[in-house]
């Protein structure tokens, strides 16, 4: 098995930034491409963006390109989410999530690990 845990979450401003941490721990070594999702209440989950276990592929959903930048420590077993100049319509519950399949994929159900989530609350 294999634990996710989220932090980093919290209230901002629009224009500010914040940094999401998502910290492996278990069976990692099951562990391939590691992805951010996010649901807004109403709203299905959506992909944010996901980095391959060697972090020599990323993707990025457009609606966060140039604004968030994800990035991965394997020492350290911990996937970071820079987001700046974050928007109203970033508010959501992002979601950690773990991919022991190939590639880097942005359909949730290809996840298989996922962590409790962490609120992130854009002002306006």
């Known amino acids: 098995q294999v634990q996710l845990v989220e932090s980093g979450g919290g209230l901002v401003q629009a224009g500010g930034s914040l940094t999401l941490s998502c910290a492996a721990s278990?069976?990692?070594?099951?562990?391939?491409?590691i992805g951010w999702f996010r649901q807004a209440p109403g709203k299905e989950r959506e992909f944010v963006a996901a980095?391959?276990?060697?972090?020599?592929?990323?993707r990025y959903d457009d609606s966060v390109k140039g604004r968030f930048t994800i990035s991965r420590d394997n020492a350290k077993s911990t996937v970071t989410l820079q987001m700046n100049s974050l928007k109203p319509e970033d508010t959501a519950v992002y979601y950690c999530a773990a991919d022991g399949g190939l590639g880097v994929r942005a359909r949730d159900i290809d996840y298989d690990y996922w962590g409790q989530g962490t609120q992130v609350t854009v002002s306006s």
């Open positions: 278990g069976s990692t070594f099951r562990i391939n491409a």
């Open positions: 980095i391959s276990r060697s972090g020599g592929t990323i």
